[in-house]
């Protein structure tokens, strides 16, 4: 269990979060909803450790490992999709497991027959496959997602979203997925949390 106590984060005179409370359950898919503004992509930077906040107190994320998948893929544009997840696995792993390790995930997006290809050979569905290929194979305890199914046509959405819930499903990490699309959140998560306002109001569904 992550949890989130009384939480407060400010930029400047911009306040985002005031005596913020969360309760994110183990091995489940967490989604917080709510619109562009609203302090989620700072809400999983701060329980990443990436960004600092002024008060409060966060627990169940002590020697964890994240992965993260964000809005724009990130990949490296010298690397094949290949390359691009088995680079992240090579200090972890003897180099033959973490090449069998990349070719299994890959193979589980559907992207086994294109993991020679760049890039800039890849569609934008196929690029997020990568992404989503190479979070899960990472071996971390906690996924962060940001949007990543953002301006995506709803077919494509529709099965990358599959496509992730099928990895999921292989190990079921704790996942904490934030979106501004109810459909989106109903589609992948099994619980979900509202923020409301500014100040960051948090009401469990």
């Known amino acids: 269990m992550i949890e989130i106590m009384d939480l407060t984060k400010r930029y400047d005179d911009l306040l985002v979060f005031e005596a913020f409370n969360l309760s994110i359950p183990d091995g489940e898919i967490s989604c917080i909803l709510g619109p562009s503004g609203c302090g989620k992509s700072t809400l999983l930077n701060i329980i990443a450790g990436l960004i600092t906040y002024e008060k409060g107190e966060i627990i169940g994320v002590e020697h964890k490992k994240f992965s993260y998948i964000f809005q724009d893929t990130r990949l490296l544009p010298w690397g094949t999709a290949f390359e691009n997840v088995f680079f992240a696995l090579i200090s972890l792993y003897h180099k033959d497991e ?3 390790i990349a070719n299994y995930y890959l193979d589980l997006v559907g992207l086994g ?16 496959r990568v992404s989503v290929a190479r979070a899960f194979a990472y071996p ?19 099965n990358l979203i599959d496509e992730f819930l099928k990895i999921w499903e292989e190990n079921q990490k704790t996942v904490l997925f934030v979106t501004h699309d109810l459909e989106d959140a109903q589609k992948i998560g099994k619980n979900f949390f509202t923020i409301m306002t500014e100040m960051g109001l948090s009401i469990q569904n």
């Open 140 to 158: 971390s305890d906690i996924l962060l997602m940001d949007e990543p199914f953002k301006g995506f046509d709803l077919e494509l959405k529709n």
């Open 113 to 128: 027959e294109y993991k020679n290809y760049y890039p800039n050979q890849l569609s934008g569905g196929m690029k997020q």
């Open 98 to 100: 973490a090449k069998e």
